[in-house]
């Protein structure tokens, strides 16, 4: 079988960890055999980018503005500790807050279901999809701990010297605490409107919002009112036209609604509570690393990754060459995600079905009662076979070959 050809090189992002075993292995078992892979890789693994003083995350982010399409595998963001262990010149931010923000992009989130794995709501049929506002709130906060007596306050100073100011609370003698300030941006919410609106659409799925306008009366109810303009000016007859619907409601409501719905919707939150939500309906439906995601940018770029961490405790023990049992599902998924979406821009039809049969083959492989050990702790299939990380992707290989 001659390999499927490429046009315009996808971005390949690497990464940290047992992830970076995990996508390697994908690449070789998975990809290469099938595709003449056309890709410019960039490597995000931590030291590479302490290397690069992180210039090489904003590169890769810019490279996909550049070609459309990247996928990235899982990454580390370092806390304190990762700092010592790894010689770090500084605490990095997150690589995936740095791309979001380049990207301008909107992080849907879908749960990849497969027969023998049942969601523990017993009322939902079908995924529900986290559609994550991936800029400002909390992320890019300014806090501070209060350790005395005093005013805190948030000061907007105009260009023009002018200043507004508004007390948040006194601080009285014996009193101490903690204070912080969060911001976003209009053009930052529509782009995440459009973003969403222009999604459900073409998954031809209603579309939820949900915030706490009625506590938080300028914050929050500026995201509702943007949403509501933008829909009203922009999608309202595209949405009736196309038999879907769109509405906001506070997002105790919403959760009340989520866990009595059949699923298939859109929900669209703000960046903490869809990063928050995005956990719990992964767990809900199965397994954090049965998950998609994929940032959508409203200027048509295309990043797919894995939804997960870099398993760290998976690779300390493949270091001292101990057998891991890693699910490489979402990371597998990342991959047809990207090369479809490739094959779509560039009108290559055997992309898009290799894409497609990647996907089943390795639900297939599953359904035949044949996974890695997180997966036998909660499937209903009888007697599962546990596979070691590399087994699955091999016995997915061998899948993916008999429907090619």
Known sequence: MSKIEMKTPLVEMDGDEMTRIIWQEIKDELILPFIDLKSEYYDLGLKK???????????AAEATKKYGVAVKCATITPNQARVEEYGLKEMYKSPNGTIRAI???????????????????????????????????VYRDSEMKIEGPGKAEIVFTGTDGKEIRQTVYDFKDGECGIFK??????????????????????????????????????????FKDIFEEIYEKEYRERFEKNGITYFYTLIDDAVARV????????????????????DMLSSAFGSLAMMTSVLVSPNG??????????????????????????????????????LRKRGELDNINALCDFGDKLERATLSTIESGKM????????????????????????????LSSLL
Not at 49 to 59: H, K
């Open 259 to 278: 866990m009595k719905s059949k699923g298939g919707f859109i929900w669209a939150l703000k960046n903490y509570d869809g990063d928050v939500m995005s």
């Open 372 to 399: 890695t050990g997180d997966l036998t702790l909660i499937t209903s299939i009888k007697d599962p076979v546990k596979l070691s990380t590399e087994a699955f992707i091999k016995a997915v290989a061998d899948k």
């Open 181 to 222: 300030g969060e911001y976003n941006l209009s053009h930052s919410i529509e782009s995440f409107a459009r973003s969403c609106f222009t999604y459900a659409l073409d998954k031809k799925e209603d579309l939820w919002f949900s915030a706490k306008d009625t506590i938080s009366k300028k914050y929050d109810h500026t």
């Open 301 to 338: 770029y295309f990043e797919y990754e894995a939804a997960h961490g870099t398993v760290q405790r998976h690779y300390y023990k493949h270091l001292k060459g101990e057998e891991t049992s890693t699910n490489s599902v979402a990371t597998i998924f990342a991959w047809s995600g990207a």
């Open 49 to 59: 980018r302490d290397e690069t003083d992180d210039q090489i995350t904003v590169d």
């Open 103 to 137: 990207l301008d992009g909107t992080v849907f989130r879908a749960p990849i279901l497969v027969k023998g794995i049942e969601p523990n709501v017993r009322t939902w049929e079908k995924p529900i999809t986290i559609a994550r506002h991936a800029y400002g709130d």
